[in-house]
């Protein structure tokens, strides 16, 4: 099956543009993004599968993301965080089949996994996964920009209460944590 997806994406690739009407340019060009979403959802399941059996500590690498580095020419980072959002995907069902259908974009998903990943220390299984939907759902039309925000704000749109608490514990970590110097004098008047 994957060697007749390389021969069709070869064909498409070959395949000239120029005669498109407008239409079906616009509508090409969706239709190959939401390919490119779908196929990366299929190589982190790969990359996932890839780590979950050693294979790159046999063959002499350190980790994943050293071996994919080698394999696909890649750089670190982008190894990396493929093998972080691969992990992800096989943690997050709801994630895995908004990515793997396209309803997301990798962005998205990179963003929604970190969302979820920082949410799990402040707040309920529950509340993290009604955060994960509605972003997938409701957010996932906004571009990454905008998209991330609404990520970073996503507590207190499901979850009020939990996010005031949230704020609550941070702002006292921020006053346990901070930095005193008795050469500085803060005008407390102010």
């Known amino acids: 099956m994957l060697e007749q997806l390389r021969g069709i994406t070869g064909q498409c690739a070959g395949t000239p543009v120029w005669s ?3 239409a079906d340019l616009i509508d090409s060009v969706h239709a190959v993004h939401d390919a490119e979403q779908m196929l990366a959802a299929t190589k982190l ?12 500590i046999t063959q002499q690498a350190a980790n994943t993301a050293i071996w994919l ?8 980072h982008t190894t990396r965080r493929m093998v972080d959002l691969a992990k992800s995907l096989d943690q997050r069902p709801t994630l895995d089949v908004a990515l793997s259908t396209a309803a997301v974009t990798v962005e998205q998903a990179h963003i929604v996994a970190k969302t979820v990943q920082d ?6 299984t529950d509340i993290v996964d009604l955060a994960e939907k ?18 970073a704000r996503i507590l207190a749109h499901v979850a009020p209460e939990a996010a005031e608490e949230a704020d609550r514990r941070a702002a006292e970590r921020g006053r346990e944590t ?5 050469c500085v004098h803060v005008d407390e008047q102010r």
């Open 20 to 22: 498109l009407p407008d």
């Open 45 to 56: 399941h790969l990359i996932r599968e890839i780590d979950g059996r050693n294979l790159p």
């Open 69 to 76: 580095r080698e394999q696909l020419h890649m750089s670190i």
């Open 119 to 124: 949410l799990a220390d402040e707040a309920s």
């Open 134 to 151: 509605t972003l997938i759902e409701d957010f996932a039309d906004w571009e990454p920009a905008i998209f991330r925000k609404a990520a």
């Open 178 to 182: 901070r930095p005193t110097n008795p």
